[in-house]
């Protein structure tokens, strides 16, 4: 990064912040401050809904993604236009009727206590360590190019987000994530342009799809009914539809976002904005990933991805072992990309064969590599996705737009995570100080909420720092919320549809059905059993549903 591209990032993330300070200031009612007096349109809940979910994590990992697996992670977002229906059709006029700041006063209203403070515990748990992730996907790119010590780099991430947070709350969330989203999308769509300019260097663009798709990366619907794939059109339409449905209705993060609206019109045009948009933008985004793995077949990338890790291998015995398998890495990039151009002039099936076989090599060599790093340093991380299309920016593109794509990805950190923050110290107002302390509306209320909106920042920061060995981002994300949103559903569906079940039921359900997903994660990371992640989200939901009633069953029933 050169001048100009510092001028660039650091314009654009001072300007947000500033605006977002500007447009609430003199705000001085907690209404105001948790909910943003009512006052939000459609459009502005529906790009600050869009932004609050794309996080940077999308912006690096999802590029990622595309680019090692291809086209299937967006499988996982099958289920979500179903379940923004049903949030829009049951959850919003209840909501909206009750006049709640948090999704989890319902729940006292239709169980008890015990209930309510269980969701929003299981809330704050999840969400508290996501958007300690959502700080620290930033924070990566920012040490590595500017070479700064990464905790500290979490520490200024996380403080440029309290800033307006605490200053505008709710208001100043939404308001800014308009600006943010737009800077996103330009800055996605020029570099999808100039990947495309590169690569047409070579092939045309439909020749470049044509060699995508002949090495597996434009695979984007997977019928198979195995289990422990994580991708699946199957995994996408139920495990996905039960994270979906609980994220965008029992997540206070979400739930805050509509619940600012105008009437409860604007709040459904608003997630159905959504609905429509949502697929074809992380469509988009691996498309991306997938372009510059074809841009790599034709400009040679890193034998690694992650620099950081190679340098370990210096002095070390492994040295000379590196430098020969990058030479290596290089005489297979030249057979590979001559047999690609030999397919795209004649595509037959021998031409089609070696090249496959070519690329099949290259593949091998890297992963020789990440071997090798795993003798010099068994607690190495190999992964190096995350790393993939930063090293695009870095690299290629031209300078003032390599300041806009960081701060792309900067507004999306800063989105992504005000809204998490934001809601985090909502629901600790509304359900822990309100209810449990101050037993009522006090004249402390806004002081409060800033003050748990600054302590909430800083315990994100402080979980940033703890997520550096999680391998891909965007991944850790979606798991650690699955762990504990199917339960948080299931809670939330039977307080909607089963008006027999009662307090005590629920609670226990729910208990054993969190603990039971809990342990199936557990099996999975230690290899006891194979299961995806998403389908966490539908055990936990399911159980929670069925032994609710079983238990309701077994229990006396209060008049």
Not at 218 to 230: G, H, I, P, Q
Not at 300 to 309: E, M, Q
Request: some cysteine; overall charge neutral.
């Amino acid at each position: 990064m050169n001048t100009l591209d510092l001028i660039v990032l650091f314009g654009t993330l001072l300007s947000i912040v500033a605006y977002g300070v500007y447009k609430t200031r003199g705000q001085n009612n907690i209404e105001g401050y948790l909910l943003g007096n009512n006052s939000l349109g459609w459009g502005t809940i529906g790009l600050s809904v869009m932004a609050t979910q794309a996080s940077a994590i999308t912006f690096i990992s999802t590029p990622g993604q595309g680019y090692e697996s291809g086209m299937g992670f967006v499988q996982n977002y099958f289920g979500l236009p179903i379940a923004l229906i049903i949030v829009s059709a049951v959850f919003i006029p209840i909501f909206y009727k009750l006049k709640v700041y948090t999704a989890y006063e319902f729940l006292e209203s239709r169980f008890d206590l015990k209930t309510r403070m269980l969701g929003a515990l299981l809330f704050l748990i999840q969400r508290g360590l996501a958007a300690g992730i959502t700080i620290y996907a930033p924070a990566i790119i920012l040490s590595s190019i500017l070479d700064w010590d990464l905790t500290m780099t979490i520490f200024i991430t996380g403080g440029l987000v309290i800033v307006y947070t605490v200053s505008g709350g709710t208001k100043a969330v939404s308001i800014t994530q308009k600006q943010q989203m737009a800077v996103i999308m330009a800055g996605m769509f020029i570099t999808f342009g100039v990947i495309v300019a590169y690569i047409t260097d070579y092939v045309s663009f439909s020749s470049a799809l044509d060699v995508a798709g002949k090495l597996d990366k434009l695979n984007t619907v997977d019928f198979d009914f195995n289990v422990e794939k994580r991708y699946t059109i199957w995994s996408g339409l139920t495990g996905g539809l039960f994270l979906a449905l609980s994220y965008f209705g029992t997540d206070q993060s979400q739930v805050q976002r509509y619940l600012g609206g105008k009437n409860i019109t604007e709040s459904r045009m608003g997630l159905m904005f959504n609905a429509i948009l949502k697929i074809p933008m992380q469509f988009f985004i691996l498309l991306t990933g997938v372009m510059v793995y074809v841009f790599f077949i034709f400009y040679t990338p890193p034998v690694h991805f992650k620099d950081v890790s190679v340098q370990k291998l210096n002095g070390t015995p492994y040295e000379q072992q590196y430098q020969e398998l990058s030479a290596k890495y290089e005489n297979q990039l030249s057979e590979r990309k001559n047999q690609v151009l030999q397919y795209v002039q004649e595509p037959n099936e021998l031409n089609e064969a070696k090249m496959l076989a070519a690329d099949e090599a290259s593949k091998t060599v890297r992963q020789e590599v990440k071997d090798l790093l795993v003798k010099a340093d068994p607690t190495i991380e190999t992964k190096d996705s995350d790393y993939v299309f930063l090293t695009f920016i870095l690299t290629y593109l031209p300078h003032g737009l390599i300041g806009l794509l960081i701060a792309v990805i900067f507004s999306a950190a800063m989105s992504s995570s005000s809204s998490e923050i934001n809601s985090l110290s909502s629901t600790t107002t509304v359900d822990i100080y309100r209810r449990l302390i101050s037993k009522g509306e006090s004249k402390h209320d806004m002081l409060i909420s800033k003050g748990l909106t600054l302590l909430w920042g800083i315990l994100a920061i402080s979980f940033a720092i703890l997520a550096k060995n999680s391998e891909n981002l965007i991944e850790a994300v979606n798991i650690v919320g699955s762990i504990f949103y199917g339960t948080i559903l299931g809670i939330f569906l039977v307080a909607f549809f089963l008006k027999k079940v009662q307090g005590n039921a629920i609670f226990w359900a729910a208990m054993i059905a969190q603990i039971t997903v809990i342990v199936f994660h557990f099996l999975t990371v230690y290899d006891v059993i194979t299961l995806g992640y998403l389908w966490y989200n539908a055990i936990g939901c399911l159980l929670t549903i069925l032994l609710s009633g079983l238990i309701q069953l077994v229990l006396p029933r209060k008049a």
